[in-house]
């Protein structure tokens, strides 16, 4: 069973998280709240989405799984206008989802989760450097990134707690410094490792410019970005695998 009534711009904004890296997945529709875990087919990003019922008009559930192609649904629900409301309802005969806004009917097969990849774990990883910055600022550090190369190093300096963004390309080099006092916040450790920078230029685009991003980094480790949205009843945390170097 399930039910629930929505924002369109809170549904797009959840639906835009998850597309970044997948093309379908498995929605697990608990009572408690609406989540969507799923790795790229390359298991180099992960994205992890909780929906809280507080971001719903109206939510019912009782903790079934469906599985849905994103490009489809994303292509209804762009047909909403940011203010309407969508209502979702799952036909369990039928096994389709019933979609309604603004006097538009949709009927969307669904996909048998069990031919959708598992949901990846969760990786116990104990970071030990922490950047809470905005969403401006990381966007603008990938933009300048992009500018010069197609990997981005994220890395901490512990002595003059600082937060760096660096890209080098084979002619030109770009860095941007983020000093504690120009983050929201900065627990300082040891961090320093290379990423793509296709996987992180798709990961921010979500990420509003207003957000705050709680980002995770160690020694070419995998860096975890935190953000929240739908008022903080909507969380996603984005996991990228590093590319480690050699010496």
């Known amino acids: 069973m399930f039910k629930a009534a929505i924002g369109a711009s809170t549904l797009q904004d959840a639906l835009d998280s998850i597309s970044v890296l997948v093309d379908e997945c498995k929605f697990r529709l608990d009572d408690d709240q609406l989540g969507v875990r799923a790795v790229d087919p390359a298991n180099v990003g992960m994205v992890d989405l909780t929906l809280s019922p507080g971001a719903f008009e109206s939510y019912s559930a009782d903790g079934g799984v469906i599985g849905l192609n994103l490009s489809r649904f994303e292509d209804i629900v762009s047909m909403a206008n940011s203010g309407d409301i969508v209502h979702l309802e799952l036909d369990e005969e039928t096994r389709k989802l019933l979609i309604n806004f603004n006097g538009l ?143």
Request: glycine share 6%; net charge negative.
């Open 105 to 247: 009917s949709y009927t969307l097969a669904l996909i048998d989760p069990d031919s959708i990849r598992e949901e990846p774990d969760i990786p116990d990883l104990d970071l030990p450097g922490h950047v809470w910055l905005m969403g401006e600022d990381l966007s603008r550090g990938v933009k300048a990134a992009d500018m010069v190369s197609d990997h981005v190093r994220l890395r901490i300096n512990e002595q003059t707690e600082s937060f760096y963004i660096e890209a080098e390309g084979d002619t030109d080099d770009v860095d941007l410094e983020l000093t504690s006092e120009e983050l929201v916040d900065l627990d300082a450790g040891p961090a320093d490792s290379l990423f793509s920078l296709d996987y992180l230029k798709d990961m921010k685009k979500p990420i509003a410019s207003d957000a705050e991003v709680h980002v995770e980094v160690g020694e070419e480790f995998p860096t975890k970005l935190h953000y929240g949205f739908a008022e903080g009843e909507g969380e996603v945390t984005f996991m990228l695998a590093p590319r480690i170097t050699s010496d």
